[in-house]
T-cell receptor, first 109, second 113 residues
Framework: KNEVEQSPQNLTAQEGEFITINCSYS?????LHWLQQHPGGGIVSLFM???GKKKHGRLIATINIQEKHSSLHITASHPRDSAVYIC???????????FGEGTQLTVNP | DTAVSQTPKYLVTQMGNDKSIKCEQN?????MYWYKQDSKKFLKIMFS???????INETVPNRFSPKSPDKAHLNLHINSLELGDSAVYFC????????????FGAGTRLSVL
C-alpha cells in the first residue's frame, strides 16, 4: 500500500463541471504538494500547503491535517485542464517527496 | 529563459552502454533533484543535492551516479544500461531542501533497446 493514495485514478468530465480529486496519506507530513503533468509530459507545481485552503484562479486546494486528507477542486472545468494531477507529501521526518500515482483527468468539450 | 533545463530530451541507446543526462537551473536555487517516472507514470525520488552535497540517496543501483559540479548543475550518469532503466527522468530544483515548491525540467525520455 502506498503512503499516498489518490482517487479516482481516472476521471472524465464535461466542460463546465466542478471536479474534485482526493489525496489521502498515512504518514505525518510537513507539507503537501499538488502537481500537474501536461499531456506533453511537463510537470508544474500547482500548490504547496500545510493547512487550510489555497486558491489560484479556478483551482482550489484544501487540506485536513487531522484526517490526513487533501482535495484539489477545479471549478468551471475546461478541456485544457486535461492532465494528470499528482499529490505528493513531504514527511515530517525527512526532506524527500513521496508521490501518489496520479489522477488522469479528461475534460470533454 | 528556461528555468530548469535538461538535455537531452530523448535518449535511445543499447543495453550495456553508458550515458549521461545533464540538468541546469538558472533560478539560484540551492537544492536539486533527480526523479524517475516509470511506465505507470509513478514518480520516485532518486537523488537530491543541497549546495553540492548529497542529501537524499534512495535505493537505486550503483550504476546510477549523480554529480553536482556546482549548485546550478546536477548531472546523472548511468553505467551499463539495462532494459528496466527505460523511463522518463526528471530534474527539479527548489530554493531549499524543505518547505519549498519544486520546479521541474521537461524530462528526458530514456529508451534502452
Amino acid at each position: 500500500k502506498n503512503e499516498v493514495e489518490q482517487s479516482p485514478q481516472n476521471l472524465t468530465a464535461q466542460e463546465g463541471e466542478f471536479i474534485t480529486i482526493n489525496c489521502s496519506y498515512s504518514v505525518g507530513i510537513s507539507a503537501l504538494h499538488w502537481l500537474q503533468q501536461h499531456p506533453g509530459g511537463g510537470i508544474v507545481s500547482l500548490f504547496m500547503l500545510s493547512s487550510g485552503k489555497k486558491k489560484h484562479g479556478r483551482l482550489i486546494a484544501t487540506i485536513n491535517i487531522q484526517e490526513k486528507h487533501s482535495s484539489l477542486h477545479i471549478t468551471a472545468s475546461h478541456p485544457r485542464d486535461s492532465a494528470v494531477y499528482i499529490c505528493a507529501v513531504r514527511e515530517t521526518s525527512g526532506s524527500r517527496l513521496t508521490f501518489g500515482e496520479g489522477t488522469q483527468l479528461t475534460v470533454n468539450p | 529563459d528556461t528555468a530548469v533545463s535538461q538535455t537531452p530530451k530523448y535518449l535511445v541507446t543499447q543495453m550495456g552502454n553508458d550515458k549521461s543526462i545533464k540538468c541546469e537551473q538558472n533560478l539560484g536555487h540551492d537544492t536539486m533533484y533527480w526523479y524517475k517516472q516509470d511506465s505507470k507514470k509513478f514518480l520516485k525520488i532518486m537523488f537530491s543535492y543541497n549546495n553540492k552535497e548529497l542529501i537524499i540517496n534512495e535505493t537505486v543501483p550503483n550504476r546510477f551516479s549523480p554529480k553536482s559540479p556546482d549548485k546550478a548543475h546536477l548531472n546523472l550518469h548511468i553505467n551499463s544500461l539495462e532494459l528496466g532503466d527505460s523511463a522518463v527522468y526528471f530534474c527539479a530544483s527548489s530554493l531549499g531542501p524543505r518547505g519549498y515548491i519544486q520546479y521541474f525540467g521537461a524530462g528526458t525520455r530514456l529508451s534502452v533497446l
